[in-house]
């Protein structure tokens, strides 16, 4: 098969499935048009008025704009645009701020944290002495006093606060002032959130963390890329470690899609699309809960779900599997504390970013919490499973994917 025709059956296998997961989205047409455009074909290396390559006076323009409006919808002092993604950017700032070998803390995986939070397969694991802290095994909940009395004992250099997997608002000031206590810099990975923290339903870590990371795929709902935001002072320390210590030529194509972005992202409607967000993702919860299913933590104040289906009676790759086939795709996760292996763990995640993109509302998430119920508690009938089918191609043609 051409890789046209190819694209044209993942484009139809996105309208035609729900898409619950928590790191995903649906673009607009603006921002796949920028990536799809003539800027791939410039190499820009350097930074706006300083490249190493001629002809750069509209690429500059371009990288100037998406810097200008990054730092105008996180109110930052300062951003690097250029980060080819989430991991290297990560990379980048380790690299920028700290010595191979310093001691880090960061979220364990298991618990909700990146791979790229220290986890040993990771550069970041080989690279720096990583501490892993994690959430309460009780409530769930990150364990502020715990996390400064690690601090305090670990002396890092850097704390790492932000999460893949974690439902519940962070205290980034909190995470902040513990970082300052023993000299760490402290870095928030908001590549989750960030579409919350611009609309206005997160706290942001701009005003108390010495740097910011996001992806820009996510609930910001721009191209696959990342920016680093940061303080006045930290800004030419990063700018070199993203270039030339780690990327060789910006992608500006994505770049002009992550200005895209930010342009949609500082319009009123983000705002609202924020708020639907969490009202969806708390309905869903909610119901769920009302079903009898176990939620992480009790709950969400975030885009994202983590369901504990231990006492169900299957597995996290069980669940994954019987909802894909009724076109409801998830991800099999990690709760704190399995037992199981990450290959197949006892949890799930959901997220609504793209069915809050789709239009839907808390009704939809009434009725989509009762078609994962009843899935989950008979992954093996095939009734059931023909039957959710059926109410899954509903809703998809209901709610198209925008074009
Ligand atoms: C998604 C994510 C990343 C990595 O992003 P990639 O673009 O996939 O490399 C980093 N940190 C957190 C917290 C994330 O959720």
Redesign the pocket.
Known sequence: MSIKELIKKEEKRQQDNLSLIA?ENHTSKAVREAVGSVLMNKYAEGYPGKRYYGGNQIIDQVELEAISSAKKIFKAEHANVQPY??????LAIYAGLIALGDTVMGMDLSHG?????GHKVSLSGKSYKFVQYGVNPETGLLDYEEIRRMARIFKPKLIVC???AYPREIDFKRFAEIAHEVGAYCLA????IAGLVVGGVHQSPVPYCDVV?T?T??TLRGP???IILCKKELADKIDKAVFPGIQGGPHENVIAGKAICFEEAAKPAFRTYAKQIVKNSQRLADTLQQLGITICSGGTDTHLILVDLSSIGVTGKEAETALEKVGIVVNKNMIPGDTRSPFDPSGIRLGVPAVTTRGMKELEMFKLAGLINRVVREPGSRVVLESVKREVATLCRKFPVPK
């Open positions: 790191s993604s989430g991991t290297p950017a990560n944290g990146h791979l790229s939070h932000g999460a893949t990975d908001i590549s989750h990371m992806t795929h996510k696959r890329g990342a």
